[in-house]
């Protein structure tokens, strides 16, 4: 079994930054895919950022130059940098993984983490 826990999630100011991680663990052979999804209440899922195993990056055009994805696969691990926050940014931050095991690839979430942007 896979698991994905974040952490780093906090309440922040306006215009002030947070980075969130991401920590991969169990029977894992690699991981392709990387990404942050956010959700608030009454709204669906949304991407924010992913990264794939190359490093090739995508942003969500909300967090483009506000945000930097990274990733280490020598510990399984993804954090999320953000800059320059607004309240509007305010959600529960989901990690999401593609995972090569040992039945093949499977995608997993991990619990979410909450991102509270407020003076």
């Known amino acids: 079994q896979v698991q994905l826990v974040e952490s780093g999630g906090g309440l922040v100011q306006p215009g002030g930054s947070l980075s969130v991680s991401c920590a991969a663990s169990?029977?894992?052979?690699?991981?392709?895919?990387f990404g942050w999804y956010r959700q608030v209440p009454g709204k669906q899922r949304e991407l924010v950022a992913t990264?794939?195993?190359?490093?090739?990056?995508t942003y969500a055009d909300f967090v483009k130059g506000r945000a930097s994805i990274s990733r280490d696969d020598a510990k399984n691990t993804m954090s999320l940098q953000m800059n320059n926050l607004m309240p509007e940014d305010s959600a529960v931050y989901y990690c999401?993984?593609?995972?090569?095991?040992?039945?093949?690839?499977?995608?997993?979430w991990g619990q979410g983490t909450q991102v509270i942007v407020s003076s």
């Open positions: 999401h993984a593609e995972v090569w095991v040992t039945e093949g690839i499977r995608e997993y």
């Open positions: 169990g029977n894992i052979f690699s991981i392709g895919a």
């Open positions: 990264i794939n195993r190359p490093g090739t990056k």
